[in-house]
């Protein structure tokens, strides 16, 4: 081409140049496209020398590619031109439409900036148009404008050529060409950039696809051989809490088989007493211990733990259940708090169960507390006088949490609120039964256990608590409580008794405890003394029992001391 004249150019040429724009856009990496680029202007557009230099993400430019000279490759390849020196040469001497030509006249004071640079030498010009040692020409190459955005884009780019074979500056045609050659390339460049983009986002995506499954498969590994149950349920809309897929050892634990488990939300396994703890467990780091229920129709304490799980970074959110095994723990606990609270030797509630169950039933209130002013705090405990009090006092009884608002009616000043108690009252002390009940407090004092104490041993003694302990349990109601207070001593509380009620019951229990006793291979007997006392509010559990044992005294020293004993 460059022994041509223009416009005269062979067809050879055209033929020469388009070859090597069609292999800019077909190399295989950025590098391989930028070595195409250098030689393609050396070997098609008829120029010794090429190098481009390409932006960096910094703005400065790098020489990324150079063709023509080993020499020159080696010595500035690499090397790195500030954007401001670059700058400055774009701006100065001579523009061939996007083309800038600096000659030697102008040239010369850039031999000292930072911007990489080869010399050449050569003989001095002798026509005008011939090509000097010391002219520049650079092609800058922009990104394809946006459309209505402009004539060029954003600078990637510069082409740098030196020494036409034809040893002229180009013509017109040459200038076209170079420029022409420059937007190709810019568009081959900004290709190239894009698909190492896109490699570099396609390795990204397959390394995190392929950690997602990593992870994936974890999880299920995780979640399926986990030791304790796990469950994965729905969260939200109307379906919340619906199991969707549970793993072995939650299905082994209630004896369920997973299928049957996604019938299923948690609410419907839950013990009917522990709903309000299931409805109260966040669903966040909530935790709970209550009771499920087993295929059986046996439930289960365990303890949940939940969290919220994504199924995208904004798919929808899951509850991940994990569901630990503590019917042990629980029993456990429940054996602690049976031995806390009852007698290791009878199994009776001991003492301090005796003392909290009695306490339960009685307030501070007064026995002498005026009969209407009673009356008005009773009923308060009602549906109809809870409404008539809202009613007149313009507020609720009581608040959100079920708590009695402090309320005095009128002629009961001096006493505080009781809530929703039911207060106990003793029976009246009459000569006739007038029918009216109260809390009965029956204290029992074995007569003549010391003696087999100390005759047949303790051994012998133990084995007559226990059945005496037996035989009251026997003779009581359900609901009643047969305490061991300690010793040989026995209380027995009987709710909603007459006077002659309880008369009647001690003469029964008294009756049953003198019948002979098996202990050691032997017949024995005990005698029993009963007091009776009666609870009611405005006492203490400690009042109430010594009232009852005082009672249970004079009982005792009203007989002669050899009838206290059957034998």
Known sequence: METESEPYVRLASLRQLHQVMADMNTARSMADTLQTVADGVVTALGYELACVNLVRPDGDLVVAAFSGNPAAEALITGRVGSRESWERRLTMGETWGDLVFIPHTEGWILDDDDVPQWYTDGPEPRFEDEWHPSDRLFAPMYTPAAPGGGSCGELIGVLSVDRPRNGRRPGAWGREALQMYAFQAAIALSNARLRANMQRALVRLEREQQALRASEESFRQAFEYAPSGMAIAEMGGDQHGRILRTNDALCRLLGRPASAMRRYAFSDLVH?????????????????????????????????????????????????????DIEERKRRELQLAHRASHDSLTGLPNSAE??????????????????????????????DAVATMESAYGHPAFDADAHGFDYR??????????????????????????????????????????SINDRFGHNAGDAVLIEVARRLSSGVRDGDTVARLGGDEFVILADGLGRADAEDLAVRLRNEIIQPIRAEGRAVRVGASFGIGWAHCGMTADEVLKSADERMYIEKRSRPKQHRRAG
């Not at 003392?355 to 009773?378: E, G, I, K």
Request: charged residues 25%; aromatic residues 6%.
């Open 272 to 324: 009917p007493e522990d709903i309000g703890t299931l409805l109260r467990t966040s669903a966040e780091g909530g935790r709970a211990e209550l009771r499920l229920g087993r295929r059986d129709g046996t439930y289960v304490w365990v303890s949940l733990r939940n969290s919220v799980v994504a199924d995208a970074a904004d798919g929808p959110r899951f509850l991940l259940t994990h569901v630990e």
């Open 354 to 383: 005796l003392r909290s169950r009695l306490a339960s039933r009685l307030c501070r209130r007064p026995q002498s507390a005026h009969p209407a002013a009673l009356d008005v705090m009773d009923a308060l405990a009602t549906t």
């Open 409 to 450: 009616p009128a002629g009961a000043e001096a006493y505080d609120a009781y809530d929703h108690h039911v207060h106990t009252a003793a029976p009246e002390e009459s000569a006739r039964d007038d029918g009216s009940k109260g809390l009965a407090v029956l204290f029992c004092d074995l007569d003549g256990f010391k």
